[in-house]
Structure formats: structure tokens, C-alpha cells
């Protein structure tokens, strides 16, 4: 890659991530939200808090908000392991801004990875019935 598109990416990557914690900012001033959720709930209410989570830090921005990808690779369906998928979160292979546990508790990431799991597949074309007149 030429180093001209690789700044834009850079630099479009930072804007995102000064968004996102704005955002977060803002969540947390208004609503009262603690990042610290102590104590991992059972699933449904994990994945229910990983998906306001996943809104909340901002991973839609370039992953979607079902995690089918954009600027980022797709999460879901059938995401990395979880040690893969928190490997990445902390320390990025490239170009995603790193969530340190100080800004994304260890506890958030596990559910933010509930809510992956639970997405599930798209249904095939031929199960569509407006793709089947
Ligand atoms: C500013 C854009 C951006 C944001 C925000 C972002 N990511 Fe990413 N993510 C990327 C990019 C780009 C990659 C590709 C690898 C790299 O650049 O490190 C990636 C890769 C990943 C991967 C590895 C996927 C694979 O198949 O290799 C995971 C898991 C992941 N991100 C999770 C998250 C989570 C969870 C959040 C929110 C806490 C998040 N990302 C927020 C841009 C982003």
C-alpha cells in the first residue's frame, strides 16, 4: 500500500475513535451508565448488555451494528475464540484504536462478546421469500 491512503485510514480511524469516546462521554454523563458492570450475568442479560455496549464504545462505527463489517472486519456470525477476539481488542494488530482495561473493563469485553456470539446467521437466500416470487 502507498503511504498516501494509509494516512487517510489513519486519520479517518482517529476521527472515530474521538467520536466513540465522546459518545461514551456523553452516555455516561447522562444517563447515569458505570462502566463497571461487576459480576458476569447469565446469558440473554449478557449479550442484552454487550449489545448496548458494543453501541456504547463505539465498535459499530466500523465493525456494524450486527458486526457484519465496514471499515473493519466482520465479527459475527461465528466469531474468533474469545482469547483471539480479546487479543485484539487489547493490543490491535493494525489499524483499530486499543481499549485498554482502564477505558474497557475486562468484564464489558466479556460481554460485548456475548452479544457476538448471540448474532446469528443470515438466512439462507432460498428461506426469503421476497427473493422467491
Ligand atoms: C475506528 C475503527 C474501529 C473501532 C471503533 C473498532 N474496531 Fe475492531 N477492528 C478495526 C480494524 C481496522 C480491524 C482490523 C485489524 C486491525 O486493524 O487491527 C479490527 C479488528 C477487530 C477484531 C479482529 C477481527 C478479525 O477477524 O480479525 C475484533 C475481534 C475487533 N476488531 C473487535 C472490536 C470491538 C469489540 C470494538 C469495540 C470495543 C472494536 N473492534 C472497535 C477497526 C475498529
Redesign the pocket.
Known sequence: MSLGPRIRIVAR?GA??LI?TSLAVTLAVGTGFTQSSSGAAPGGDAADRGEVL?NT???W???GYSGQGG?????APR??SFN??QR??RS??????I?RPNI?SNDD?AD?YAF?VSIPDSPAAQDIELLNP
Do not use: W
Open positions: 480511524l472515530a475513535t466513540s458494543f464504545y463505539g465498535c462505527q466500523c465493525h471499515v473493519g472486519p466482520k465479527l466469531p474468533l483471539n477476539f485484539e481488542v490491535p494488530r493494525e489499524d483499530m484504536p481499549y474497557l469485553l460485548i457476538v
